[in-house]
């Protein structure tokens, strides 16, 4: 049995699909900056306290159906759940561009966090489904790297987009890619390796026997309640809350922060946006493969979390009036912050059964779109409330600060130990 040419069919097959997927529901999640930044408020009537809150909103709704998507995903089906959220993530989006006043703004913000919600849980389990712990770190960077990849082109298409017709023509042509994705998904997307007729009958239960294997060290976790209460699963929770403070006040508020910054105007602020987003490519894709090689975890999230926490606050410390090596800080700040996304989600399956990784790790991830909920309205309202960034990189500092120190609290055991990689079965042995 050729090992190595199951595991190729299975990147190229499935890591195209998964990337895309993700990729279009962080579209529609992070346009809202250039948005806010070219118009919106003005054409709609919106205060900036009422705008931060609108940023945040979304978030809000991401937060309470986290639990409920992954356990849909692990009991019943991925490949619908994906799919229906697809259509209505897509229609909402585009919707955002025809609204005429806040209240509707404000109705579709939230239910756009209702339905994009269950995406990253479910492409979680999705990947536990079909690749080993010995690939997990990888597999979860290029489920995650459609967040930087889509913020580097999204800032410049949307810059463009706004400059040149507006901000609702920007939500309405960005909405559209997901409601027709969702039909190649449905083609494409095989629930487990048992339904996938692009493998052998010889690969499948391969795979199937060392994703099997891998379950039998875990002591028995026998439902999610209990899984929730695991001192591990909270110290992460709260650490993700801390990690997502500093990402997502980062993400929605960049383009705004730059474009008073230096007076420039969107299609610029779309360009300089982009570059953070460029070099956290590359830091994922770096540490993840660090971390996959090694089988260590922890030691690729806290210090690019403490580094990103040190660039923050060298930013606030130069002030507005080194805008260029303050923006240089700022671009090493975004890297550090999704440098660790690979080797984070990677833990909790090696800490837990099957039967409950997918419900912690929405867990987690829930706690970190209520970091994110905090992160974008407060980063907005101190904004607003002062007049530059300067508040708001002293609470993304701390905020990431307190997540590498959270992050150093998991004992060796808690981080997962290197693991022996289980040599699959074949069909005849």
């Not at 069919?9 to 993700?22: A, D, E, G, K, S």
């Not at 990784?357 to 867990?363: E, S, Y």
Request: hydrophobic share 55%; proline share 5%; aromatic share 16%.
């Amino acid at each position: 049995m050729n090992t190595l040419k199951l595991a190729s069919r299975r990147w190229w097959y499935l890591m195209p699909v998964v990337f895309i997927t993700y990729s279009l529901a962080y579209l529609d999640r992070a346009n809202y900056g250039f948005a806010a930044a070219s118009g919106m408020a003005e054409d709609l009537h919106i205060t900036p306290q009422l705008s931060s809150l609108l940023g945040a909103l979304f978030f809000l709704g991401y937060f309470f159906f986290q639990v409920p998507g992954a356990l849909y995903a692990e009991k019943r089906s991925v490949k619908k759940l994906i799919f229906a959220s697809l259509i209505l993530w897509g229609g909402l989006a585009s919707l955002t561009g025809v609204v005429t006043n806040a209240y509707w703004l404000i109705a579709i913000r939230f239910f756009l966090g209702v339905v994009e919600a269950v995406v990253m849980p479910a492409m979680l389990v999705y990947l536990c489904h079909w690749f080993t712990r010995a690939e997990r770190s990888r597999a979860n960077t290029f489920l995650i790297l459609g967040n930087p990849v889509t913020m580097l082109w999204m800032s410049v298409v949307s810059g463009y987009l706004v400059q040149h017709y507006s901000w609702r023509w920007m939500f309405i042509i960005e909405g559209l890619p997901a409601v027709l994705w969702a039909f190649v998904w449905w083609r494409l997307a095989d629930e487990r390796p048992a339904q996938a007729k692009w493998l052998s009958a010889q690969q499948r239960q391969a795979l199937e026997s060392a994703l099997d294997a891998e379950q039998q060290g875990f002591k028995p976790v026998k439902n999610y309640a209990q899984a929730f209460r695991s001192p591990k699963v909270v110290l992460l929770s709260v650490q993700y809350f801390c990690w997502s403070i500093g990402v997502y006040g980062f993400v929605i508020w960049l383009p705004s922060i730059l474009k008073k910054g230096q007076d420039m105007d969107m299609v610029q602020a779309g360009w300089l946006s982009a570059l953070p987003y460029l070099a956290a490519v590359v830091a994922m894709i770096l540490c993840s493969w660090g971390s996959d090689r090694l089988q260590r975890r922890k030691a690729f999230v806290w210090p690019p979390l403490l580094l990103a926490a040190l660039a923050f606050y060298g930013s606030y410390a130069l002030g507005s009036t080194h805008f260029w090596w303050s923006y240089a800080l700022l671009t090493l700040a975004g890297a550090c912050m999704y440098a660790p996304y690979g080797p984070f989600f990677a833990i909790v399956p090696e800490i837990l059964p099957v039967n409950v990784a997918g419900g912690a790790m929405a867990l987690i991830n829930s706690m970190g779109a209520l970091g994110s909920f905090a992160g974008a309205w407060v980063v907005g309202y101190l904004n607003g409330s002062t007049g530059g960034p300067g508040a708001s990189y002293l609470l993304m500092s701390a905020a990431l600060a307190m997540s590498a120190v959270l992050t150093l609290c998991l004992t060796k055991r808690d981080a997962a130990a290197p693991v022996t990689p289980v040599a699959p079965r074949t069909a005849h042995g």
